[in-house]
């Protein structure tokens, strides 16, 4: 617990805006209703799952940290509140208001945002001259992916973490097992009830 509160220290006055409950809500809402599957939830993540899902962190030592999929950035600001001051944040979010939002609405020089694919990570972060991740961080929603496409975002994701690194994911369905079994040696599991829906949280290790 003091290691997260000397990240969250080190890190102050770096994050300079966050956006408001209400824009984000508002915001997520409108896509809910444009694309139910791809969110799966009216509701944003909680709290209590943002928590679990990122208790594995090193905050101390990781300096690179991919999300998939941010939306709103509910999970986005609180990686930003905790992650070292020379550390940075590259999100891939396709959703067109998503990613405009997330340009506009974060002012930190540690976060990147990209229209890109989940399935170019590997090559985004070369060409940013990046190396690899300490961290993968996924909410995108695997059971409603074609195969090819859940194959190939888990075989970037794959390269593109640093050995030892992990694949933090958060799912309403199990499937995503389907393409973390074949390829991460270590993965364990968790269950976060206060959420809508509950959510399952896998840990995946390279």
Request: charged share 25%.
């Amino acid at each position: 617990m003091r290691e997260r509160a000397i990240a969250i220290d080190a890190g102050v006055g770096l994050l300079e805006r966050a956006p408001s409950k209400r824009e984000q809500l508002l915001l997520f809402a409108k896509n809910f209703f444009k694309h139910p599957k791809m969110l799966g939830s009216i509701i944003p993540s909680s709290r209590f799952l943002i928590d679990k899902l990122l208790a594995p962190v090193d905050w101390r030592n990781a300096r690179l940290f991919v999300e998939y999929g941010p939306g709103i950035g509910n999970i986005s600001v609180e990686v930003l509140r905790r992650m070292h001051p020379d550390a940075k944040l590259v999100l891939f979010e396709l959703n067109d208001d998503f990613a405009d939002f997330l340009k506009t609405a974060f002012r930190d020089p540690r976060l990147v945002v990209l229209h890109r694919s989940a399935g170019d990570v590997r090559r985004v972060l070369e060409e940013h001259g990046l190396g690899q991740a300490d961290y993968i961080i996924s909410g995108i929603p695997f059971s409603t992916m074609p195969e090819p496409i859940r194959n190939e975002i888990a075989d970037a994701t794959y390269a593109a973490l640093k050995p030892g690194g992990q694949f933090l994911v958060y799912q309403f369905a199990p499937k995503v097992l389907e393409v973390l079994e074949p390829r991460f040696p270590r993965i364990e599991r968790e269950f976060e009830p206060i959420n809508v829906p509950p959510a399952q949280i896998y840990y995946a290790q390279k």
